[in-house]
C-alpha cells in the first residue's frame, strides 16, 4: 500500500457475529485492491466473537469496542466520523466480499464521478446461485425489500440506478454520508439504509447499482430471519421511513393505500404467528418518532421535485409480490 492515504474505509459492525465475522474480515484481506482501511466496530458482542481474531493480515485496521449495543445506525455513524477517507464501505459481519469488491467499488466511482452512493450485488451465502439483493428497492406505497431477493443469479441486472443501496455492502462518499448526519439512529437497525436513502434523494442524489461489486450475504446471521426483534423494528421503521420522507402531495394521496398495506402486513403477522411484534412496532412507529417535527425537518431540506423522487420508486405491484428487481438504465450524471 502506498504512503499516501487510502482511498476507502471499509465499515463492520459486529454484535454476536461467531463464525462469520473472521470469514469477513478473511475476505478483505484477499483484496485484489489493498488501498484501504478496516474499521470493526463491535457493539458489546458477548459471544466472544473478538476472541482469537485474526487480523494481521488486513492492510490496515482499527477496532472500536463499545460499552452497550449501539445498533447498526449509531455504529456506523461513529466509525464514519472516525474514518479520514474520501469514501466508506459498508459490509455485514455475516457477509463475504469477493477478492474485487473493492477493485470494483473504485471502478464504480471513477465511472460515475458525480454520484455518491452506490449499492453492491449480494448473492446468498447459503444458495449462492440465488440473489440476496440488487440494491434496495422502495415501493410506492411504503414498503422497501431487498431486489431480486431469492431469484436466480442469472436474473441479476447489469448496472443501472436503484433506489437504495442495502447497508450490508454499501458504498458512501464520507462527507456527503456526514452532511446528511449519516444513519438516523433513532432506527437503531433496518430501515436506516432505505431511509438514508431517500434523504439524499429529496436533496437530488441518486443511487447506482453496481454488479460487479459482489459480496455473498447470510442475512440474518446476526439477528435472526424473521425474529420478533426484526419484525418489531422492521415494522415500526417502515413507518418511519414513509411519513418522514414522502413529499407532501404524494403523503396525502397515497395515506390511503399505505394504511392498506399495513393492515395487510398484519394479516401476513398473524397468519405467521408474528402478530404481537407487528403491532407493537407499528404503535411505536405512530407514536414513538415524532411524526411532524422530523418530518418538517426532512421536507424543509428537499431541493428537488415531488416527481423527481417519485418517479425512483417501484410502482408496479407485480414486481413487489415477486421480490424482483427494480435496477432501470442509468441516463446520465
Known amino acids: ?25 478473511d475476505s478483505l484481506a484477499n483484496q485484489t485492491d489493498q488501498d484501504f482501511t478496516l474499521i470493526l466496530v463491535d457493539n458489546a458482542s458477548t459471544d466472544g466473537s473478538l476472541d482469537n481474531l485474526k487480523t494481521d493480515h488486513l492492510p490496515e485496521f482499527q477496532l472500536i469496542s463499545c460499552k452497550e449495543n449501539l445498533g447498526f445506525a449509531a455504529a456506523n455513524n461513529l466509525a464514519a466520523r472516525s474514518a479520514t477517507t474520501e469514501w466508506i464501505a459498508l459490509l455485514n459481519p455475516d457477509a463475504e466480499a469477493f477478492e474485487d469488491w473493492v477493485a470494483a467499488f473504485r471502478s464504480a466511482t471513477t465511472a460515475h464521478p458525480s454520484v455518491s452512493m452506490f449499492a453492491g ?43 437504495s443501496p442495502c447497508g450490508a ?14 444513519f438516523d ?21 441518486t443511487c447506482i447499482f453496481w454488479p460487479d461489486a459482489k459480496a455473498l450475504h447470510f442475512g440474518g446471521g446476526t439477528s435472526g430471519k424473521a425474529s420478533d426483534f426484526a419484525v418489531y423494528h422492521g415494522a415500526r421503521n417502515r ?6 420522507n414522502m413529499p407532501p402531495l404524494a403523503l396525502i394521496g397515497l395515506l390511503p393505500f399505505h394504511l392498506l398495506l399495513n393492515f395487510s402486513l398484519v394479516l401476513r403477522g398473524a397468519i405467521k404467528g408474528e402478530l404481537k411484534p407487528t403491532l407493537r412496532g407499528l404503535r411505536d412507529g405512530i407514536w414513538g418518532g415524532h411524526l411532524w417535527s422530523a418530518r418538517h425537518t426532512r421536507q424543509a431540506r428537499r431541493s428537488v421535485s ?15 409480490l415477486t421480490r424482483g428487481t427494480d435496477v432501470r438504465p442509468f441516463d446520465g450524471d
Not at 500500500?1 to 474480515?25: C, E, H, K
Not at 433513532?186 to 437530488?204: H, I, K, M, P, S
Request: hydrophobic residues 45%; glycine residues 10%; proline residues 4%.
Open 239 to 244: 413507518i418511519w421511513t414513509y411519513f418522514w
Open 185 to 205: 439512529e433513532r432506527f437503531f437497525c433496518y430501515c436506516e439504509d432505505v431511509d438514508l436513502a431517500f434523504r439524499l434523494r429529496l436533496r437530488g442524489e
Open 169 to 182: 455492502a454499501a458504498l458512501y462518499r464520507r462527507d456527503v454520508f456526514l452532511k446528511e448526519g449519516g
Open 121 to 163: 450485488a449480494t448473492l446468498s451465502m447459503e444458495t449462492p446461485e440465488r440473489i440476496d439483493g440488487a440494491g434496495d428497492a422502495y415501493f410506492g406505497f411504503g414498503l422497501p425489500w431487498r431486489g431480486g431477493f431469492g431469484h436466480s443469479a442469472s436474473d441479476m441486472p447489469d448496472a443501472g440506478t436503484c433506489f
Open 306 to 320: 415531488s416527481w423527481h423522487v417519485l418517479k425512483a420508486m417501484s410502482w408496479n405491484p407485480w414486481i413487489i
Open 1 to 25: 500500500m502506498s504512503d499516501q492515504r487510502p482511498w476507502l474505509t471499509v465499515i463492520i459492525v459486529n454484535y454476536n457475529g461467531g463464525q462469520f465475522l473472521q470469514r469477513a474480515l
